[in-house]
């Protein structure tokens, strides 16, 4: 069988050939790749809006979306069988020296880590107990979990799950009043912490205090991207954090670091084991290697320089607008989650006829489609699900919209 440089050689002759046997097809022609059929278009087909995001890394809004080489990876992964328990081990601990861990694993998002991670500390490494979740009655498996009352939002129905139940404090005296021996874990929200009395250090000593894990919930809370070790280095047993916002992992992807042991048992209530709560938590071996590498590229991306970008971004649409009568923009960046160059715009409704919900629908409903966050007074922003370029499309249509809008 010719090989392509042996067949090249070949018809170098062609000329010879050619006189002898008549013309020879041009080389071109001889090793031109047969016309590929245009890509599929499935959202196109089933009629999917597609738009701008310039609102953030909602669920709803499917989150963010995945750099090429996480992309790539992807595809190659999906092409190879390979043991799902060994992707696991290997992107763990690959994941845990970047975050300063004992051990990782990935999981089906930042809720399932909660869950999977509370299921490891309640069951160890017994199989029998790891069956029997949710049903702690009649066992002598621990079933609290306290939270400051704060904390204690509907995100916590990942720990109820393994059937523990809430308990809510408000003070540290509170707190140390509250621990017993049903006390399963001590669970912090991190985006809730400074609306909360404990603080983080203090709720990670009372933990060592007593002996009881902590576990800390920070899913939207990169960048900064130092959060990422920060609270392994603090102290906490557990961290879960969401993988498909900032870090533009898979969307269902989340991340479980910490100890040790408590990582080795929530595997247990993993796939591919079943008869498990875990089980419907499902990561394919594409989705963990995908994560793998989004981290691994979050982790080394210069974030001053990205911070910069995203920051002249949100000028390119303030300055579109400013001039505007009746207009007010405020830039900000929230200091726990979400934490990126935002800018909220209100406006005087006697100098400017528009409400928040038809200035929402006349952007969403434009060409292109363009989705903010509606507040009560006016709308909110961020640049840094935007495309290259799409700060320019937002700039023109949020002043097309306030123009003919100002009375």
């Given at each position: 069988?010719?090989n392509?440089?042996?067949?090249?050689?070949?018809?170098?002759?062609?000329?010879?050939?050619?006189?002898?046997f008549?013309?020879?097809?041009?080389?071109?022609?001889?090793?031109?790749?047969?016309?590929?059929?245009a890509?599929?278009?499935?959202?196109?087909?089933?009629?999917?809006?597609t738009?701008?995001?310039?609102?953030?890394?909602?669920?709803?809004?499917?989150?963010?979306?995945?750099?090429?080489?996480?992309?790539?990876?992807?595809?190659?992964?999906?092409k190879?069988?390979v043991?799902?328990?060994?992707?696991?081990?290997?992107?763990?601990?690959?994941?845990?020296?970047?975050?300063?861990?004992?051990?990782a694993v990935?999981?089906?998002?930042?809720?399932?880590?909660?869950?999977?991670?509370?299921?490891?500390?309640?069951?160890?490494?017994?199989?029998?107990?790891?069956?029997l979740?949710?049903h702690?009655?009649?066992?002598?498996?621990?079933?609290?979990?306290?939270?400051?009352?704060?904390?204690?939002?509907?995100?916590?129905?990942?720990?109820?799950?393994?059937?523990?139940?809430?308990?809510?404090?408000?003070?540290?005296?509170?707190?140390?009043?509250?621990?017993?021996?049903?006390?399963?874990?001590?669970w912090?929200l991190?985006?809730?912490?400074?609306?909360?009395?404990?603080?983080?250090?203090?709720?990670?000593n009372?933990g060592?205090?007593?002996?009881?894990?902590?576990?800390?919930?920070?899913?939207?809370?990169?960048?900064?991207?130092?959060?990422?070790?920060?609270?392994?280095?603090?102290?906490?047993?557990?961290?879960c954090?969401?993988g498909?916002?900032?870090?533009?992992?898979?969307?269902?992807?989340?991340?479980?670091?910490?100890?040790?042991?408590?990582?080795?048992?929530?595997?247990?209530?993993m796939p591919?084991?079943?008869?498990?709560?875990?089980?419907?938590?499902?990561?394919?071996?594409?989705?963990?290697?995908?994560?793998?590498?989004?981290?691994?590229?979050?982790?080394?991306?210069?974030?001053?320089?990205?911070?910069?970008?995203?920051?002249?971004?949100?000028?390119?649409?303030?300055?579109?607008i400013?001039?505007?009568?009746?207009i007010?923009?405020?830039?900000?960046?929230?200091?726990?989650?979400?934490?990126?160059?935002?800018?909220?715009?209100?406006?005087?409704?006697?100098?400017?006829?528009?409400?928040?919900?038809?200035?929402?629908?006349?952007?969403r409903?434009?060409?292109?489609?363009?989705?903010?966050?509606?507040?009560?007074?006016?709308?909110?922003?961020?640049?840094?699900?935007?495309?290259?370029?799409?700060?320019?499309?937002?700039?023109?249509?949020?002043?097309e919209?306030?123009?003919k809008?100002?009375?």
């Amino acid at each position: 069988m010719l090989n392509r440089r042996s067949l090249i050689k070949r018809l170098s002759t062609a000329p010879l050939l050619g006189g002898l046997f008549g013309t020879v097809a041009p080389l071109e022609s001889v090793l031109a790749a047969p016309a590929k059929a245009a890509p599929r278009n499935v959202l196109k087909e089933l009629g999917l809006r597609t738009f701008i995001n310039a609102a953030g890394t909602y669920t709803a809004m499917t989150g963010s979306l995945m750099e090429d080489d996480v992309v790539e990876t992807i595809n190659a992964s999906a092409k190879e069988f390979v043991m799902l328990d060994d992707v696991q081990t290997k992107v763990g601990e690959k994941i845990a020296a970047l975050t300063h861990a004992e051990s990782a694993v990935v999981t089906a998002g930042c809720f399932s880590a909660m869950t999977l991670g509370l299921a490891g500390v309640l069951t160890g490494m017994d199989q029998k107990k790891v069956e029997l979740l949710p049903h702690l009655e009649g066992t002598d498996m621990k079933s609290e979990v306290i939270a400051q009352k704060a904390h204690n939002i509907g995100y916590n129905h990942a720990l109820t799950n393994t059937g523990c139940k809430i308990v809510v404090v408000e003070t540290l005296e509170e707190a140390e009043k509250a621990i017993n021996s049903k006390t399963a874990m001590l669970w912090f929200l991190n985006i809730q912490s400074d609306k909360g009395q404990i603080q983080h250090q203090e709720w990670v000593n009372l933990g060592k205090k007593h002996n009881i894990p902590t576990m800390i919930d920070i899913a939207a809370d990169v960048p900064p991207v130092e959060n990422l070790w920060k609270f392994n280095d603090m102290g906490f047993d557990l961290v879960c954090v969401s993988g498909g916002k900032a870090m533009r992992g898979p969307q269902s992807a989340g991340l479980l670091m910490g100890k040790k042991q408590y990582i080795a048992a929530a595997r247990l209530s993993m796939p591919p084991r079943g008869s498990t709560i875990g089980r419907g938590m499902k990561v394919n071996k594409e989705e963990i290697l995908g994560m793998y590498v989004a981290l691994d590229k979050f982790i080394a991306t210069d974030h001053q320089k990205e911070w910069k970008m995203l920051e002249d971004r949100v000028a390119t649409i303030s300055n579109a607008i400013k001039g505007i009568n009746g207009i007010t923009i405020e830039t900000y960046a929230p200091p726990l989650g979400n934490h990126t160059p935002t800018m909220r715009v209100t406006w005087e409704t006697g100098k400017v006829n528009l409400t928040t919900k038809s200035l929402q629908e006349n952007l969403r409903n434009g060409n292109p489609s363009i989705e903010v966050v509606g507040e009560a007074n006016g709308i909110s922003m961020t640049t840094w699900m935007l495309k290259p370029g799409q700060d320019k499309i937002v700039a023109a249509r949020l002043k097309e919209e306030f123009t003919k809008a100002a009375v």
